[in-house]
């Protein structure tokens, strides 16, 4: 179906390129679980960001036990995922180059509940999957021809 006449044209856009899209709003944990073994799905992991915190995510942001089972299953994960956050140490040992994850820092500018500006420095993290597939600009998946015969797309791996 198509959305054109009736939308205007930025909007239809972007639902053209959402289309094949998948979005869910799910445990983190079974949400990985479930496409860890799915090659050619990326997971973008924006988990609230561990740290010390006066206001907001008192509780998850410091549920270290959370972070760590998230962190062990992305290690684990051979699909390509993508996680931001801040720098803190069990993030650096988890997603680090030996493990196969690369990372670049971005300077942003978050603001507090009163509205008072604070600089912050985010990292985003890709595992080696992410990088091959930005790196050879396609999933990086190769079909059987069984699979290409029961036209799957995206089978575990």
Same mark, same amino acid.
């Given at each position: 179906?198509?959305?054109?006449?009736?939308?205007?044209?930025?909007?239809?856009?972007?639902?053209?390129?959402?289309?094949?899209?998948?979005?869910?709003?799910?445990?983190?944990?079974?949400?990985?679980?479930?496409?860890?073994?799915?090659?050619?799905?990326?997971?973008?992991?924006?988990?609230?960001?561990?740290?010390?915190?006066?206001?907001?995510?008192?509780?998850?942001?410091?549920?270290?036990?959370?972070?760590?089972?998230?962190?062990?299953?992305?290690?684990?994960?051979?699909?390509?995922?993508? #996680?931001?956050?801040?720098?803190? $140490? =069990?993030?650096? /040992?988890?997603?680090?180059? +030996?493990?196969?994850?690369?990372?670049?820092?971005?300077?942003?500018?978050?603001?507090?509940?009163?509205?008072?500006?604070?600089?912050?420095?985010?990292?985003?993290?890709?595992?080696?999957?992410?990088?091959?597939?930005?790196? #050879?600009?396609?999933?990086?998946? $190769? =079909?059987?021809? /069984?699979?290409?015969?029961? +036209?799957?797309?995206?089978?575990?791996?």
């Amino acid at each position: 179906m198509s959305c054109k006449g009736f939308l205007p044209k930025r909007l239809t856009d972007v639902v053209e390129r959402l289309r094949g899209v998948r979005i869910e709003n799910r445990d983190a944990l079974d949400l990985l679980s479930m496409f860890t073994n799915r090659p050619a799905t990326l997971v973008y992991l924006d988990p609230p960001y561990l740290g010390n915190r006066s206001d907001g995510y008192v509780i998850d942001a410091n549920d270290e036990e959370f972070h760590f089972k998230m962190l062990e299953l992305a290690n684990e994960a051979k699909c390509m995922i993508f #996680i931001s956050g801040y720098k803190n $140490k =069990l993030y650096t /040992k988890f997603l680090s180059k +030996k493990n196969g994850w690369t990372h670049k820092t971005i300077n942003t500018i978050t603001k507090d509940s009163s509205g008072k500006s604070h600089g912050r420095i985010e990292v985003v993290w890709m595992n080696k999957y992410y990088q091959k597939a930005l790196k #050879i600009g396609e999933v990086p998946i $190769k =079909l059987t021809s /069984k699979e290409e015969k029961q +036209k799957k797309v995206n089978p575990k791996r």
